[in-house]
């Protein structure tokens, strides 16, 4: 049967991008193919209208310049939601009065080539809409980010602000100097002033009150103290996971993290303990402690300030510091000033910047960021089906590496022996016992000598150099992997650990390089005739242009291993 009448004509019915779309390379375009029934149905996605907006309607909740006003005298940027269920009550409304627009693809579509990666154009929009104190925090933000980091960071999302260093920094020092050491917002940047700042202790304690900083580093109340830590996010690494296979694409809760958004640093503070003791201890079963940073998040239409919570036995152990110094120097305001939490070996979300209140509660708090986000969910479990109650609320944090050099599609040209560096971390008071690499996908391992990795310390990561042997050309894969001091190691591939929320992307990280090994004497003489010609050896895929043989050298080959067609005899 030849091609059906009807089919030819002069109009087209592709969309512009017809074949990215069927080779799985605009993924958001697809339509749902509904197969419940006998036939199949094409059911379209979800388109997203105009933005919305009742001006009216929201000029009727009140002035916002009074509703949300400063809170405290020297706190800019703070608005304190937590204890005024009035105002946000008045924060929903006008949130639900107005749409916004939709949620940037980052995962089933291109990713943007600039830095900053993604702008956070509907967070500033709230940030905005909701006015008042709330109204200069973007700007503000990214004033104080262009302030403190450093130029080369890599912005993947400029408001709330979320950076890494790019990857030959990332590893470059084993302290991580602070304008080069990662940052995770969910919010705007509050600017508090040192002398105006306390922080209160209240709930289920004996004898609820606020200290200052001053009140902290009275050496005669609170022993200090000093510790070099390791803080890794939850989303670090987590572009392996969305480039193999998307989860949830919430802007913030999903930042498209590379290998950097791990830090270490000396902090100095006191421990959390002490001050809860001065406070007369837990009482009526409490057993958490909530954190409360002085933000705004935004989550499903409401506002609230950025809370979480640890287990009371977590500070007991000591292991909750209150820290104002980092690497020697005041907490840079991106990092927390005044205060902040550093939980030792969790997740870096519990670790509360800008903290304004530690409340005792009896159960893990309830907040979005405790409660329903930093969840790890199981493989069956997604949009389709998830509930909260299937997620482990992620705290201590796996054995986990990277490779920092050389890049995935890279060319390396070597004499056996390839150069590697990265990085080998461990939650929860581990430490890296041993780094292996592999160059064949993971079957040989070769182990990191001790001498190249960097000291051995509790709550913190080991920095790593190893000449890896390899005898193989063309791609091959390189794959670290690290085992702790409990031998923990780490899952073999992304698609074992994937999870819905692209959570604690932990498995072997594995980078595919072409090698081309000069103790071959073909090779060897390849390169040096790239050389004598002066053509660069990279891009890979530009086709040779001389020639691969000479001819006396194919008619020798063949006057050797002739005839050139089989006998039939
Ligand atoms: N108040 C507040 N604290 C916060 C966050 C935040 O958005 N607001 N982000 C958390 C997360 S998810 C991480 S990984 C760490 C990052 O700390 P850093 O920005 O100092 O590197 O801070 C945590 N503390
Ligand atoms: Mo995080």
Redesign the pocket.
Known sequence: MGPAKENVSSQTQNRPNEWKIEQGLAGADLPLLDMTGPETKIIPPQVFGKPTKNVEAIKAVGDRNQLFKMERKGWKGFVEWENHPEKKAAAHKILTLQTFPPNPEFQMGEIPPTNPVLPGTHWKMWHHAIGGELDAVPDDSWKTVLEEKHPDMLHLLQF?YNGEPPKRLVTDQVITPNPL???????GIPIINRDDFSFLIDGLVANPQSFTLDDLMDESRFPRVKKTIT?Q?SGTRRIEQILKYPGQGDEVPQAPWAEG?I?TAEYEGVSLKKVIKACGGLVDGAKHLEFY???TYFKDDHCMN?IASVPWSKVKANEVLLVWNMNGEPLPR???FPL?TMVLGY???R????LYRIKAIREPSRAPVQSQEYLYFPQQVGKHNFRLTDGIQIQEMPVSSAIMSPWTKQVVVHAGKIRCKGWAYSGGGRWPERVELSADGGFNWYTVPLEHMSKKRTWTWRTWEMDLPCDAEGWIEIVVRCWDNALNTQPPDVRTAWNWGLHVTSSCHRISVYSVNTTKPETKARMDEFERRGVPFAPLTVPLAFPAQTWEDYEKFWEKNGPRDAEDD
């Open positions: 709330p050491h990662f940052v995770r917002n969910h919010g803080m996010c958004a830090g940073g002085a933000e950025y991106i990092h927390g902040r997740i870096g979300a670790s509360v910047k800008w």
